[in-house]
């Protein structure tokens, strides 16, 4: 499967740019758990104002990074 498929299949019920909260729900983590991975920036986001917001692309980067590190 490529990353364009992963893409489209893969939190498909998320918009493509997503807030702190619903990356949050999308890995089943507190709001308090996703400001942490972002604050130690092991999910790379934008910073607009004083609100992150988190391309799909990057939560996606992240969670085949996790999931490499885990089964290796």
């Known amino acids: ?5 992963i893409y489209k299949e893969v939190l498909k019920d998320y918009p493509d740019i997503q ?5 949050s729900k999308a ?6 758990t ?3 991975l ?5 999910i790379e986001h934008l910073k607009v104002g004083r609100a992150y ?15 490499q590190t885990a089964a290796g």
């Open 53 to 67: 917001k988190i391309p799909k692309a990057h939560l996606l980067s992240y969670l085949r990074l996790d999931l």
């Open 34 to 36: 996703g400001y942490q």
């Open 27 to 32: 890995l089943g983590v507190s709001s308090k």
């Open 1 to 5: 499967m490529s990353f364009s498929d």
């Open 19 to 23: 807030t702190v909260e619903e990356m």
């Open 38 to 42: 972002l604050r130690e920036n092991k």
